[in-house]
């Protein structure tokens, strides 16, 4: 309570016992909410910012799942195109950009950028070469030609990737269902524990 309230209710005081009543109840209500909204709203902003994390997180391993899903279905897709391909071919095609993997540091191992022509069209695409190349060197390179009528690089196959896509969707779904699971249970145990406290509220009443 304030020094300017405090005053006020000493000034009315001397009122009528209905009155001092209704006074009394009033600074006492604003006394109670002076002392316990801070911790209240404390507790709800709380609240709020758990919901959120936890949002966070089930959009991030939901994103993961969808991205490494999409990858090895893409790749499956890919590969089974080309199997199915009523068209491949061996083009001449020029290196127009060139990237070392310093990574491997045992074997030598570029990723290009290749412009090759079919037909007449001039197509795009990237690969990987094992030896020493140069923008502008030209590379012999396989092609096929996909269901919309186009040609692309022979696809790599890289069951290696499929592999990591695959423990990748694995893992997120395993931590997705653990989380549910660990927020039913959590949920489960805090309506049990309001259950107790409520039957002993009642049994001391009685």
Partial sequence: MDLQAFHHFNSITNTSDSGTIRIIGYYEYNIMNRIFLPGRRKIMDKKKSEKR??????????????????????????????????DIRSVSAVITQAKEDKESSRIIKYDVDYSYEVEGETYKGRGTVYHRVYIGDEDTITVYRTSKGKYKI??????????????????????????????ILEKRDKEKNEESNNKGKKSKKK
Avoid at 53 to 82: A, D, P, R
């Fill in 53 to 86: 994390e936890i949002v966070g997180v089930y959009l991030l391993f939901i994103i993961g799942l969808v991205g490494c899903i999409f990858c090895i279905f893409n790749e499956i897709n890919k590969q089974k195109e080309f199997e199915n391909s009523t």
């Fill in 154 to 183: 022979e696809p790599i196959d890289s069951p290696i990737e499929i592999l990591i896509a695959t423990i990748g969707a694995v893992l997120c779904t395993f931590i997705l269902v653990a989380m549910t699971v660990g927020r």
